[in-house]
C-alpha cells in the first residue's frame, strides 16, 4: 500500500482519494475479469488465483465508516461472482479461487488476520493464505503453487501496490509474466518523483537498478527532461522501457494524481493478452474522470500526466466529447497508418488491433467502427479469410476478416490517405 500504518489493537487508517480510486479500479476489474471468461455455460469450475503483495491490514476507514481493503476487495468479489454467475445457468460453475496475501510488516498481516477471522474467513494453505514477508522473497513459492493448481494455464492478477518506484524488481514482474502467460500484473509506480530526482549519481544508479535503468540510459532521460515537452518524453520513454524489461505486450495506464502531494501515481496495468487490454481501457470510459490522461485520444495519446505548464496539451478525461474528438482525430491519422501496413498485403483486423493497442485511448470496438466507415467511404475493403469481398454495409467486423486497399485507390484530393 502507501504509508498507512495498521495495527491489530487500533482502528485501521482514513483512506485518501487515490487509494480509493484505485480500489474502485482494482474491484470494477476483478468483476469484469469473471464475466469475460465465463461466458460458456457449460463450465462447472473455474480456477483462479489472486495475489496482493502489499496487502496492507485488509480495511480503512472512510469518514466514520470501515471500508474493504484490497484483500478483502478480491474475497468478495469472487464470492459475489460466483453467485452473480450461477443465477441462470443450469449447470452450476465453482469458483475455485486461491488467494496470497504479503506485506513486510507483522502488524500489518497480524491486523490482516484479525479482519479475515472476524469475517468468518478461515487462513489455511489451500485458500486463503497471508505470509508476512518481502514479496519478492515469496514469489517463488506463489509461482510454484499456481503452477501446480494450474498446470496448463495458470490465470491469475498480481497486485503490487507498492509505495515509491523501486520496491518491485521489474525482472519479477517478467518472471511472472514469463513463467505465467495468463496472468496480468497491476503496478503502482510513483512516476513525478523518479522524473523530479533523476540524477548522474551512484545513488540513483543504486536507487533505480530494480528498473534496470544504466547510468547511461539516466542520462539520456536527464537530456530528454530539459528539452522543450521534455517531462512528457521522459514519461513516454520510461513507459515503453516498463513494457519492454517486464516483457509485457499489452500495457493499460491510469494517472492518478494524490490531492496531498500532487506527484504522479501510475497504475499500471500489464499483461500479454490483447482482451486484458481492452476490459482494462473499457474501465477508463466506464469510471471518467477519476484519472487524468494528457494529449488527444488518438495515436498521440500520451497515457500519463505530461507538461502541467502547456497549454496546447488537451486534458483527456474518457466524457462524451473527449470521445467524439478522438474520433476525429482517428478518421484524420488511422488512414495513413492503415495504408503503410497493408500497402503489401492484407492484414487481419485481429492483427491491426494489436498493433495500434498501446498507441491510442481507443478501444477495439471504437478502432472497427472507425474502419468500417473508411470502408463505407471506399479508401478500403474488407476480405473474409478466403479472399471474397465483405459488403461495404458492414455493421461489424471478425478478428479473422482482412483489411485490404480496394482495386482502386481513390484520386488525391478526395483521399482521406496524404
Not at 459475489?80 to 452450476?92: C, D, G, M, T, Y
Not at 496470497?100 to 491486523?111: G, I, N, S
Not at 516483457?247 to 490531492?259: L, Q
Request: glycine share 4%.
Amino acid at each position: 500500500m502507501s504509508s498507512f500504518e495498521w495495527h491489530p489493537s487500533e482502528p485501521p487508517p482514513q483512506i485518501e482519494p487515490h487509494s480509493k480510486a484505485k480500489l474502485e479500479v482494482l474491484r470494477r476489474y476483478i468483476q469484469e475479469y469473471f464475466d469475460k471468461l465465463n461466458v460458456y455455460p457449460q463450465r462447472e469450475e473455474f480456477r483462479f488465483d489472486l495475489i496482493d503483495g502489499f496487502a496492507g491490514g485488509g480495511t480503512f476507514h472512510d469518514g466514520n465508516t470501515e471500508i474493504s481493503g484490497t484483500p478483502l476487495v478480491m474475497l468478495e468479489e469472487a464470492e459475489k461472482a460466483e453467485e452473480r454467475l450461477n443465477r441462470k445457468r443450469k449447470k452450476q460453475l465453482h469458483i475455485n479461487c486461491k488467494f496470497y496475501f504479503v506485506d513486510k510488516e507483522r502488524a500489518h498481516t497480524d491486523h490482516l488476520r484479525k479482519v479475515l477471522r472476524e469475517r468468518g474467513y478461515k487462513i489455511d494453505e489451500e485458500k486463503i493464505v497471508v505470509r508476512t514477508g518481502l514479496f519478492e522473497n515469496e514469489v517463488k513459492d506463489i509461482l510454484r503453487s499456481i503452477k501446480q493448481r494450474q498446470p496448463r494455464i495458470g490465470r491469475a492478477i498480481f497486485l503490487l501496490d507498492q509505495t515509491g518506484f523501486s520496491q518491485v524488481e521489474l525482472s519479477l514482474v517478467y518472471r511472472i509474466l514469463n513463467e505465467l502467460p495468463a496472468a496480468e500484473v497491476i503496478l503502482t509506480f510513483a512516476a513525478d518523483a523518479l522524473v523530479n530526482h533523476l540524477a548522474e549519481t551512484p545513488e540513483m544508479v543504486k536507487a533505480v537498478s530494480p528498473l534496470q535503468l544504466t547510468e547511461s540510459y539516466i542520462g539520456d532521460l536527464i537530456q530528454y527532461k530539459e528539452r522543450a515537452g521534455g517531462r512528457a518524453l521522459v514519461q513516454r520513454t520510461l513507459r515503453n522501457h516498463i513494457r519492454t524489461v517486464t516483457g509485457a505486450e499489452y500495457d493499460t495506464p491510469f494517472f492518478i494524481r494524490p490531492r496531498e502531494s500532487r506527484r504522479a501515481l501510475w497504475f499500471l496495468h500489464l499483461s500479454r493478452h490483447p482482451t486484458a487490454r481492452d476490459v482494462m481501457i473499457q474501465l477508463h470510459w466506464d469510471i471518467q474522470n477519476r484519472f487524468e490522461h494528457y494529449g488527444p485520444g488518438d495515436f498521440s495519446m500520451l497515457g500519463w500526466d505530461a507538461l502541467r505548464d502547456s497549454s496546447n496539451l488537451h486534458l483527456f478525461r474518457f466524457g462524451d466529447l473527449d470521445k467524439k474528438q478522438m474520433q476525429d482525430q482517428l478518421l484524420d491519422s488511422l488512414p495513413e497508418k492503415l495504408y503503410s501496413l497493408i500497402s503489401e498485403q492484407p492484414i487481419t483486423v485481429d492483427a491491426m488491433r494489436h498493433i495500434f493497442a498501446n498507441q491510442t485511448a481507443a478501444r477495439f470496438s471504437d478502432l472497427d467502427q472507425i474502419v468500417l466507415q473508411l470502408v463505407r467511404e471506399k479508401e478500403f475493403q474488407i476480405l473474409d479469410p478466403e479472399g471474397k469481398v465483405r459488403s461495404r454495409l458492414l455493421k461489424h467486423l471478425k478478428p479473422t476478416d482482412l483489411i485490404a486497399l480496394p482495386p482502386t485507390l481513390l484520386l488525391p484530393g478526395f483521399s482521406r490517405i496524404r
